[in-house]
């Protein structure tokens, strides 16, 4: 379930285990059910078990529009978020706001994936430690 306080949530989606979050959110406020709306609705599906602050709005009296969101922890860790690029035999995570962060010896599954929106978490050597799709490309 994702709690929804006002404009502005933190919230924990799903129970973990990769399947696809509910649809349903608390308002965190009265305890109703809301349905949650917008572009990155599909996203959010896809981030199981981690914590996100989603901002947006309420829209009528059980639908909450997501405008943007950002994920704060996965299993206990603050991931990176990007498209994956592979460049010159390298891959590598380019975020929204253009950081990059290099992936080293990534994994051919990894590789295949090159265009797709993820989130990864890396040791202070680059090296993979976990990751998930969020979108495919």
């Known amino acids: 379930m994702i709690a929804l306080g006002f404009a502005l949530a933190v919230c924990a989606c799903g129970a973990g285990g990769g399947s696809p979050a509910p649809q349903d959110a608390s308002d965190g406020v009265t ?9 990155y609705r599909d996203e959010l599906r896809h981030l199981s078990g981690a914590t996100v602050r989603a901002s947006g709005s309420f829209s009528g009296e059980h639908r909450f529009e997501v405008s943007g969101y950002e994920i704060l922890k996965i299993a206990g860790q603050e991931p990176f978020v990007g498209v994956l690029d592979l460049r010159e035999g390298d891959l590598l995570v380019r975020s929204v706001d253009g950081e990059v962060k290099q992936i080293r010896s990534p994994s051919a599954e990894l590789v295949a994936l090159a265009g797709a929106k993820v989130w990864v978490i890396l040791d202070s050597n680059g090296a993979m430690k976990g990751y998930g799709v969020i979108r495919e490309r």
């Open 31 to 39: 305890g109703r059910v809301r349905v949650v709306r917008g572009e």
